[in-house]
């Protein structure tokens, strides 16, 4: 992926996202916004401690960096839950209740995915111009969210996998991915993603699940960045546990 900044923020991109014009998106990294402490700087989770008013002021400069409307930010719950967002539907200042799936084809409107290990995973759909975001950490990954994710687009827009585009984003790697209880944790059909004794390749997990949902291996764009391996760019869990969240953003460009 490749490295940008804009208003004092770093984000990644994925390349095939970025190929097309009438979509905007963003992987922040944890620089660049108002918040202290464990939260420095760009936290975008009001769950875990920080001053809400940092909060508040972060989702306004990254809302800023992208040009967008409005962002739409959820209750993560590492659930089916999922959200069919309009700009009409927000509640202002109020998150979307207990999803970990956000839909929209509202240009303007940011679909924010807040992670600090868990992987977000953004869909594209350029025949049906609809995207979508995706909060999946290994519980998501057990119960296959990404291919509920592309089943989804389909059965609600249309969709015809093969035409979707999909990008991973910064997470936990497999250098890092450690489950001692993986055999309570993960259905046996995924160990065989087990890279070493107890370590696990869930970059590759969530890419397969996508091709096994229908998309073209060529049009999945991996990342490839470890969360924990990288403190001086992502907020991790697994190696801070008191932390922050970054963003990960989809949107439509505002026409």
Request: aromatic fraction near 8%; charge should be neutral; proline fraction near 7%.
């Amino acid at each position: 992926m490749q490295v940008h900044q804009a208003d004092g923020l770093k984000f990644y991109q994925s390349p095939l996202l970025a190929a097309f014009p009438e979509v905007v998106h963003a992987f922040f990294t944890r620089e660049g916004g108002v918040s202290a402490g464990p939260y420095r700087s760009l936290n975008l989770s009001l769950a875990v401690g920080d001053d809400p008013h940092h909060v508040a002021q972060n989702r306004r400069l990254v809302q800023q960096s992208l040009d967008l409307k409005a962002l739409a930010a959820a209750a993560q719950v590492h659930g089916p839950g999922e959200a069919v967002l309009t700009l009409a539907s927000l509640n202002p200042g109020a998150e979307v209740p207990e999803v970990d799936l956000l839909i929209s084809r509202e240009p303007g409107l940011g679909l924010l995915i807040k992670q600090a290990d868990c992987q977000a995973i953004m869909l594209y759909d350029p025949v049906q111009r609809v995207a979508a975001n995706v909060h999946c950490g290994w519980r998501g990954q057990a119960a296959n969210l990404p291919g509920r994710a592309v089943a989804r687009l389909q059965e609600l827009f249309g969709c015809h996998p093969p035409d979707l585009v999909a990008a991973i984003g910064p997470s936990l790697g497999p250098c890092c991915a450690e489950f001692q209880n993986f055999a309570r944790e993960f259905p046996p059909s995924l160990w065989a993603y087990q890279v070493r004794p107890t370590y696990f390749d869930l970059w590759n997990l969530s890419r397969d699940q996508l091709t096994a949902a229908g998309l073209r291996p060529e049009r999945i764009d991996l990342a490839g960045l470890c969360t924990r391996c990288r403190a001086d760019e992502f907020f991790s869990y697994r190696r801070e546990k008191t932390t922050g969240r970054q963003a990960a953003v989809i949107a439509l460009r505002s026409r």
